[in-house]
């Protein structure tokens, strides 16, 4: 752990703003550019994070829109198999002849989903929005590092977001082949609808992502190991900042390996490589392309695809952990322990990924190793649930909608968290592999999960981001059915696990021993279609309050102790007015000594109890 | 289409008005004093989330009530009882922990919500606390390693010597079965024999391959080990039989493997769930393509004299569909071209 760089204040000091001294800010207030900003440069081609991250975040609420939507279409299939949707037909044509969704439809639907509720809201919506807002903000810095690179950053997601799109309207449609890309059927033209130009575009929309997610990542990392305001040492570092550094690193390290996988398969595509492609007999025809391994491809793949799960839920957990407190009005409990359990999910995140391949084959020794790994991953995860208890236990709760995210969010992580001990276990993966009981695993854990931690941290920082509040009423009735929603949406799923009902059937009809649970389905269907109607409430909520939500009248609504809250009510480019201000102590001091919340702007009082930070 | 809009038109409507409301409470609230607002708040989303707790675990208990008969299948191979008593001794452990969990979270949310004149307690850590709910889940997640391991090297291992063989075959969208014969050898395969008729590409040079048979549906012995050598033809499948608790993925390219004793057979199968055309179903469990849902085997689990009766019935593939057919010339054929790249790659090699 890193020490205190500078030495805290020790006497009272009564102006707690300070010109900032250390090297590397190279923006002191007067020299910040006051060149006009037109309308193009202000919230376009911006290069100013916080416009920035409002603008992954929008990004992000589309896709999500769109992904959620997609989910929709085939839980209706699901639900009412065979049934006739004439609309359907109306909107989608011959992927919906006669208003019944089409095997081809449905993996296409279930492949975009996938796809981008990962990939573009979960990893670029939350980690764009909230690194850009928060960084700068929370360490006291005028900017990221390198403002240029953060706007291509954003706009290598916009053009991943485009290709993305425009697969969707091509002749053979998106592609259909899963988000985890398996070839060969992914690499053989021939092996599905959406394996032919829809994979194209997929590969190169995510070769696009990936830069973004780097240029992203190494500005995130730079930023919060250079441009620390004074006296903000790393062990005076929010969570949220500790959860976006860590979760940069594992993108910086991971997502290149994805990058390469991608390249491979779209060799193996179009040059007549053969990474991945070996002994292939398909449509009559001997591939001539031999000597590669399937199984090569996996492991590249998950290399990427287990520390991406966690780049997903390490936000969320930071994000979680400051609402906890801040609501709480009490320090996070075992503040050091919550950065080392992160960094030990970080370091643990390289070293699990085969655990997603216990069935491939795979070495049964190898296999053996990557179980130990991977249950030790509870470790870590377990010593964070019990601190955000300890957190609550004694506290003075106040129910704002982002306080209420985050407790959703508390729970959802312990019920599909305890599910990956029985998948992490190879021996029980065997019946559990694949089937319905891993739907319900990761959905909660990661996806449902991660979502509360988003939607805590939008209602939390909307008055930082816009000036304006958000509806709390629509918040509440957001959460409530949301939270309920997503239990009964996913839950059920657990129970058709179990039996070794297999994911990703367009129709289990030519089986009889999944034949009961059709009800089920249905009022999983009908669950679903309830939470996205809520999803709906909050997004009219969203840009209703931008425009026309309550104002913010003080500069610290949420009596908080972290920096941002030290800035004007909407910041402009540069983020304060005046200098940088000091910290002198970690932002948890809440509830101490008879104060409700002691600004890491404020000095030590004589004699202060101290801690260690 | 009419109900389309009538139900559109509903929810629309519906939001529109939980919208008009919501800002009306937020101009009430307002009125009134917010911070009053805030404390009336602050009860009533305590109490939901005890609400929330105690209605949970309501629903929970309900749901496993009504699904009760559909939350397990009878293991019908040796180590799937291993598993189950696995699956039960993690159930034990994570249910414990949910339990508790679950109900400290809202418990304490609902405990210590905010009133008037309440205080927080400042209370940033405790080492000692925190050494527990470090150490504890980590022994937990030892034993459960130490049980999953063990099973795992047993279900893994090598098979029992006395084991038949069966050869499974993705493609898309079935499955293909063949057996050793007579002579209890399966023989060699390459890929490149792979036509419409030679569907696995069975190697008809190797002297072993030509008593093997092909079957439709995939016959094992009960209580007799069988191991599964699988492959796959284009893209991965997987050999899954949720009664048998098998699952292992068909490659391309490569021979995965996977061994299991059946212990109930179909027709006791038929007998324990009253089913009378029941059937152990093969399930697809790797995305395939666009059939993959229909991708489905049958498995049917015989009694040895059964099995013997039914083998003898099944004639050997290559006297029955390739000798003296222009099948067995194609085969020639290749198999000469094979013959003439594999010197030439040979001559080349002596060349450096």
């Not at chain 1, 970080?346 to 070293?351: E, G, K, P, W």
């Not at chain 1, 790994?373 to 509870?378: I, N």
Request: with cysteine.
């Amino acid at each position: 752990m890193a020490h205190d760089m500078q030495q805290p204040a020790t006497s009272p000091v009564t102006d707690h703003v300070h010109f900032q001294t250390v090297e590397g800010d190279i923006r002191e207030p007067e020299h910040i550019p006051h060149h006009k900003e037109n309308f193009v440069t202000k919230y376009i081609f911006s290069q100013d994070h916080k416009t920035i991250g409002k603008q992954f975040l929008i990004t992000g609420m589309f896709w999500a829109f769109v992904g959620g939507m997609l989910s929709l279409i085939f839980r209706l299939q699901l639900g009412y198999p065979g049934q006739s949707f004439p609309i359907l037909e109306t909107l989608f044509g011959k992927w919906a002849a006669g208003g019944v969704i089409s095997p081809e439809f449905y993996y296409k639907l279930v492949t975009m989903h996938g796809t981008l509720l990962v990939f573009f809201v979960l990893t670029a919506g939350l980690s764009g929005t909230f690194a850009n807002l928060l960084i700068p903000l929370q360490c006291g810095a005028r900017d990221m590092a390198s403002p240029f690179l953060n706007m291509l950053s954003y706009w290598f997601f916009f053009a991943a977001s485009v290709v993305m799109l425009i697969s969707f309207f091509i002749p053979d449609g998106a592609a259909d082949v899963g988000w985890t890309f398996y070839p060969p059927l992914s690499g053989v033209r021939e092996a599905s609808v959406g394996s032919r130009a829809g994979a194209d575009f997929w590969l190169i929309s995510m070769a696009l992502f990936i830069i973004s997610s780097l240029l992203g990542g190494l500005n995130y990392i730079t930023t919060v190991l250079n441009l620390r305001t004074k006296g903000m040492s790393m062990n005076r570092l929010p969570l949220t900042v500790w959860a976006l550094l860590i979760t940069a690193i594992l993108g910086l390290i991971s997502f290149p390996v994805l990058l390469g996988a991608a390249i491979l398969v779209l060799f193996d595509r179009n040059l007549g490589t053969s990474f991945f492609l070996d002994e292939i007999y398909i449509s009559g025809q001997h591939l001539d392309q031999v000597g590669g391994n399937a199984i090569l491809y996996q492991h590249l793949f998950w290399f990427l695809g287990h520390p991406e799960v966690y780049i997903i839920i390490l936000p969320a957990f930071g994000l979680v952990s400051e609402v906890l407190a801040n609501n709480a009005r009490k320090p996070i409990f075992g503040y050091r322990a919550m950065v080392l359990s992160m960094m030990a999910i970080a370091i643990l995140a390289f070293v699990v990924w085969a655990h997603h391949m216990f069935v491939t084959g795979l070495n049964p020794f190898v296999a053996s190793v990557f179980v130990f790994l991977t249950l030790l991953v509870a470790v870590p995860s377990a010593v964070k649930v019990f601190n955000w208890l300890a957190t609550l236990w004694q506290g003075n709760i106040r129910f704002t909608p982002a306080m209420l995210f985050a407790i959703g969010f508390v729970s959802l992580f312990i019920s599909g968290g305890l599910t990956g001990i029985f998948l992490g276990n190879s021996s029980l993966d065997i019946p559990l592999h694949d089937t319905y009981f891993v739907v319900a695993h990761f959905h909660i854990v990661m996806g449902v999960s991660a979502f509360f931690g988003m939607l805590a941290g939008v209602y939390h920082w909307f008055p930082k981001m816009f000036g304006r509040y958000m509806n709390q009423t629509l918040g509440y009735v957001h959460f409530w059915v949301t939270l309920i929603g997503a239990y009964l949406v996913f839950w059920p799923m657990h129970y058709m696990g179990l039996i070794g009902l297999p994911r990703r059937v367009w129709s289990l009809d030519a089986y009889q021993n999944f034949s009961m649970y059709g009800d089920l389905n249905r009022f999983m269907t009908d669950a679903a279609m309830l939470v996205f109607f809520a999803q709906i409430l909050f997004i009219l909520n969203f840009v209703y309050s931008i425009f026309w939500g309550r104002k913010v009248t003080e500069k610290n609504p949420w009596k908080s102790n972290s920096l941002e809250w030290t800035t004007e009510i909407v910041p402009g480019h540069g983020n304060w007015k005046g200098p940088i201000p000091t910290v002198y102590r970690w932002p948890y001091d809440y509830s101490k000594n008879g104060e409700e919340f002691i600004p890491q702007t404020v000095p030590y009082k004589p004699g202060e109890e101290k801690l260690h930070h | 289409m009419s109900t389309t809009l009538i139900i559109t038109l509903a929810v629309v409507l519906f939001v529109l008005v939980v919208f008009q409301l919501a800002r009306m409470m937020e101009y009430v609230s307002l009125l009134r004093g917010e911070e009053k607002a805030r404390t009336e708040n602050d009860q009533l989303q305590g109490k939901l989330m005890l609400v929330f707790l105690i209605g949970g675990f309501a629903a929970l208990g309900y749901s496993l009530w009504i699904v009760r008969d559909h939350l397990w299948i009878e293991p019908a191979s040796v180590h799937g009882h291993w598993l189950d008593s696995m699956f039960f001794v993690t159930l034990f452990f994570t249910g414990v922990i949910f339990i508790l969990t679950q109900v400290l979270l809202f418990y304490f949310a609902w405990k210590y919500r905010h009133r008037p004149g309440r205080k927080a307690l400042y209370y940033p850590e405790n080492t000692k606390l925190e050494m527990w709910w470090t150490v504890v889940p980590a022994i937990v997640l030892t034993t459960l390693v130490i049980i999953g391991i063990y099973r795992w090297f047993q279900i893994t291992g090598p098979e029992p010597d006395d084991s038949m063989v069966v050869e499974i075959t993705g493609q898309q969208f079935l499955w293909n079965y063949r057996y050793p014969g007579p002579d209890n050898k399966l023989g060699d395969f390459e890929f490149r024999y792979i036509s419409g008729i030679n569907k696995v590409g069975i190697d008809f040079n190797d002297p072993a391959s030509r008593d093997d048979f092909m079957a439709t549906e995939m016959h094992v012995v009960v209580n007799k080990p069988v191991l599964l050598r699988i492959r796959a033809k284009d893209v991965i499948h997987s050999v899954g039989i949720p009664y048998m608790r098998v699952k292992m993925d068909a490659m391309p390219g490569l021979v995965t493997r996977f061994w299991f004793i059946p212990t109930i057979t179909t027709k006791e199968m038929r007998e324990k769930t009253g089913n009378p055309d029941f059937n152990y179903e093969i399930v697809c469990d790797q995305l395939c393509g666009n059939g993959h849902y229909g991708m489905k085997g049958v498995l049917v689990v015989d009694t040895q004299e059964e099995f013997d009766a039914w083998a003898k019935s099944q004639p050997s593939f290559y006297e029955t569909y390739v000798k003296g057919t222009d099948e067995e010339k194609h085969f020639a054929q290749v198999s000469e071209q094979l013959r003439k790249a594999r010197e030439g790659e040979a001559q080349k090699g002596g060349k450096h």
